[in-house]
């Protein structure tokens, strides 16, 4: 059994079935992880800034490139936050 509360916010026992655990971490968890995927995302964001300005500016090849790289350090990023050593 386990309490839950009611639309009105009153507490109230409950023995049906239990809701799953969230598989999220608490918020002050880091994985050893956290500051290396914080700076691959500036540098991604900067990136992207970047190549769309050179892009609209008329050097669609350059920009294009600029973009090439920074969708790579995104790839990155995510394969860090999804494979947890």
Do not use: C
């Not at 880091?30 to 914080?38: C, P």
């Not at 669609?60 to 494979?83: D, N, P, Q, Y």
Request: glycine share 10%; hydrophobic share 45%; charged share 25%.
């Amino acid at each position: 059994m386990y309490r839950r509360y009611t639309d009105s916010g009153d507490e109230e026992e409950y023995s049906g079935p239990v809701p799953p655990h969230s598989r999220l971490r608490e918020e002050n968890q880091r994985d050893r992880f956290f500051v290396l995927r914080n700076v691959l995302n500036i540098i991604w964001m900067l990136g992207v800034v970047a190549g769309i300005g050179v892009y609209m500016k008329g050097n669609t090849f350059i920009g294009g490139w600029i973009l090439a790289v920074s969708i790579v350090i995104k790839l990155v990023e995510v394969s860090v936050r999804m494979i947890r050593f």
